[in-house]
């Protein structure tokens, strides 16, 4: 495609705006940034436009107690009814996406907490009662109950094909198809369904209306509040019919999703979804790539203005493939990621699937992005996957079209509610069960079965089996208080918004809660791989192999958290081989510990009739967990955190990059279908230049060819990072990759970049 110059482009539009509307609504990004960074701040609520917040609860408090009777997806129907139809609207003339709504997070703080609250104090007491104390002794971390309401995508493309009308209507067919054999659930689900929609088609209507109201006294902005009314009365009532709506569409059902109670984890393959719209544009001379560009920065500002950098992002996927197995890569994808580079913010977070096709130019434009400090990318292999989503029962077809959810966390678009945060599990914490008969030692309860004395333990085989045990008792427990809390999910947080965007919902008549999805998956998520495998290693070399210590020395050592014995401390951590470096036998014991895991995992069946589906990353777990962790066989002394995703531990990776690949990819990454993701940190004269950035393009090709699942990339120094604490003004845009999202680091604690440091800088 021949791109336009700039100045033609200014004429193209302004053959459509007209020259002085094309003057005053197009090239102001920049100029109002400041205040669209403000925008969730510095509100301004027409008094007029609705019922004060206090007025808001007192109407939904009142509604709840007088309709108590009715079926909860209904009752929660018609308070978000409530809420967009009653509560005070605004409307930003500078900013062209409208959808200001004064709710005040009711519908989460009256509704969905108040009814979990009553679940865990009745159905599901003894589970959350258990997972919290899990939590706090460092077996495992789950949200109240294991019930993950949080990692969730809606179905995008549906929505879009015939907008919320269009789902009405798809509604009134499928009951209907059911006729006289609906249920009264199925009949109050599809009620709530229609409720919401024709809730949410009454929101955009006020707020085109209050544009339409603002215009004489915005006058220099009156193209923009014209153009504001016009697609907030065709969306999200209809399917849009430019780029523009079709992201304005986009952001108000984000809104509304999230003030419903669901935490909105995708946005959707974008360069899939929406160009269609964006090319039609171009095409027909509506848009011009610059005016494009300007509208997608105005889009994802809307999440950095909400975060400010100090949250975990909004996922936006490109890239990949078709449901046909085509590769997907168009104009679209390249001009967002000039977009995101010109915005320099962490928020949005991209994710960039690749499949063996991917052209070089894709992975050299991401890798020069990374290392010009641009790095909420994760890079994550189609291959294995949509092997492992096809493992699990998806389709292959189904499989090709996964959105990365919150993190790396794959799942069908438009037919899965994955449930992808439900646990995550200390790999590590079994073994100190194992050492201890059971025992927790740090906090002294009796956490696991009894496995024995391990210093009776004449082989190490009786050491691994007695590992396996404890962890096999944890993961069983934990599933079984998850389906408990899954078979109450109808009566905690129904969520006909997000669930009618689904096909099978609506054919089944059936919320996300009841099962109603094609796919319905829990997340198991793996921690500490690297510390199990060199704890469990480290024992087999000194205490069975070379006879170098005792069992009970080594238990006494750490028991002390190693004072007195730094010796031994460092004899376990320096001198038994490590994951992360390409030793055999490290590589060996961490597979058998990874296959072991993903198989009982996989032996599991939800709450919903789904699969229990294995994941290997930590996020913050690494640092929480860690924290109530005792000392380990490893060398790491107790409260320190445990290793971060799949690499290895801190400073124990001596062979670099090439090592931590190499052992990585000797995981079957088919067997993680809930995510996996490597941590690589390089130096910035490794990827400097012509040659560095073919290296650094090369590195990424290498782990994909070698099977890897996910990987997320920094480029800097810890000398960098001691100098930005010293001088903060100075670094007021440096952005790391934390975990699953990047932010920027003066927003982190004190203790936060002190704990980062040291993970650059291989020290504990």
């Known amino acids: 495609m021949v791109v336009a110059t700039a100045a033609a482009e ?3 539009v302004k053959a459509v705006w007209g020259t002085a509307e094309a003057e005053q609504v197009w090239g102001t990004f920049e100029g109002n940034r400041d205040h ?9 609520f027409d008094p007029d436009s609705g019922l004060s ?3 808001l609860e007192r109407a939904v408090e009142t509604y709840l107690a007088a309709h108590a009777d009715l079926p909860k997806v209904v009752q929660k129907a018609h308070a978000f009814r409530l809420v967009v139809t009653r509560g005070q609207i605004a409307v930003d003339p500078l900013d062209w996406f409208a959808d200001k709504l004064n709710h005040g997070h009711i519908l989460r703080r009256l509704v969905q907490k108040r009814w979990l609250d009553e679940a865990t104090r009745g159905p599901i007491a003894e589970g959350a009662a258990w997972l919290k104390r899990a939590r706090e002794i460092g077996i495992a971390a789950a949200p109240t109950g294991g019930l993950d309401l949080g990692h969730i995508s809606p179905g995008w493309e549906n929505m879009l094909a015939g907008g919320l009308t269009g789902l ?6 499928a009951r209907a198809a059911l006729g006289e054999g609906a249920t009264e659930g199925q009949l109050a689900f599809y009620d709530a369904v229609e409720i919401v929609y024709a809730a949410a088609v009454a929101f955009a209507g006020r707020l085109a209306r209050q544009a339409e109201r603002m215009m004489p006294a915005h006058r220099p902005h009156e193209a923009r509040l014209r153009a504001i009314a016009s697609a907030c009365r065709q969306v999200p009532a209809h399917r849009p019919r430019t780029f523009r709506e079709a992201l304005q569409f986009a952001w108000l059902m984000h809104e509304l999703i999230e003030m419903e109670g669901e935490n909105v984890r995708s946005m959707g393959h974008f360069d899939r979804v929406m160009y269609p719209y964006y090319r039609a544009d171009v095409d027909a001379g509506r848009l011009t790539r610059e005016q494009a560009k300007e509208l997608i920065k105005f889009f994802w500002f809307k999440w950095y203005s909400r975060t400010r950098g100090r949250s975990n992002g909004k996922n936006f996927v490109f890239a990949g493939q078709h449901a046909d197995g085509s590769v997907l890569v168009n104009d679209l994808t390249y001009l967002a990621l000039d977009a995101y580079e010109e915005l320099n913010t962490p928020d949005p977070k991209l994710s960039i699937r690749v499949t063996p096709e991917t052209p070089d130019a894709l992975f050299a434009r991401v890798a020069d992005l990374v290392r010009k400090g641009h790095n909420s990318f994760v890079l994550m292999n189609d291959v294995p996957a949509v092997a492992a989503l096809v493992k699990r029962g998806k389709s292959i077809e189904d499989a090709r079209t996964y959105l990365p959810i919150g993190c790396y966390e794959p799942a069908v678009d438009g037919k899965e509610a994955a449930c992808t945060m439900n646990v995550t599990v200390n790999l590590a914490k079994p073994l100190e069960l194992a050492l201890h008969d059971g025992v927790d030692p740090l906090s002294g309860d009796k956490a696991g079965p009894r496995t024995g004395d391990p210093r009776q333990f004449a082989r190490f085989d009786a050491l691994l089996d007695a590992y396996f045990t404890q962890l096999d008792f944890i993961l069983t427990r934990i599933h079984g208080h998850i389906q408990e809390a899954e078979r109450a999910w109808p009566q905690i947080n129904p969520s006909p918004l997000i669930a009618g965007t689904i096909d099978d919902c609506l054919a089944r008549g059936k919320d996300v809660g009841e099962g109603g999805p094609r796919y319905n998956s829990v997340g198991f998520v793996g921690a500490g791989l690297a510390n199990a495998c060199d704890s469990l290693l480290a024992l087999k070399r000194v205490v069975f192999d070379e006879r170098r210590y005792r069992l009970d020395e080594v238990l006494e050592a750490m028991s002390s958290n190693f004072e007195g014995r730094e010796p031994m401390r460092l004899y376990l951590r320096n001198r038994v081989p490590k994951w992360g470096n390409g030793e055999p036998d490290a590589d060996a014991m961490a597979r058998v510990i990874a296959d072991h895991y993903c198989q009982k995992v996989h032996s599991f069946r939800n709450g919903r009739g789904g699969a229990c589906q294995a994941a290997l990353f930590t996020l913050t777990a690494a640092l929480s967990l860690g924290r109530v962790t005792g000392a380990t066989p490893d060398g790491r002394k107790a409260h320190e955190s445990l290793a971060p995703g799949v690499g290895a531990a801190y400073g124990v990776d001596k062979n670099g990059v090439t090592g931590l690949v190499s052992s990585v990819t ?64 100075r670094y007021e845009s440096l952005q790391i990759r934390v975990t699953g999202w990047s932010v920027y680091f003066n927003a982190l604690s004190k203790e936060e970049q002190d704990q980062y440091i040291r993970r650059i800088a291989y020290g504990f």
Do not use: W
């Open 10 to 12: 200014t004429e193209q």
């Open 36 to 44: 669209l960074f403000a925008q969730f701040r510095e509100t301004s």
């Open 53 to 55: 917040l206090e007025a």
């Open 168 to 173: 009405i209507r798809e509604a009134s067919l």
């Open 666 to 729: 000797k995981l079957d990454f088919s067997e993680t279908p809930n995510g996996s993701v490597l941590d690589v940190t390089l130096h910035p004269t490794a990827v400097r230049g012509d040659d560095g950035l073919c290296a650094f393009v090369s590195l990424m090709k290498t782990f994909f060819q070698r099977g890897g699942y996910a990987v997320q990339f920094n480029v800097f120094d810890a000398d960098t990072l001691r100098d930005a604490q010293r001088h903060p003004e």
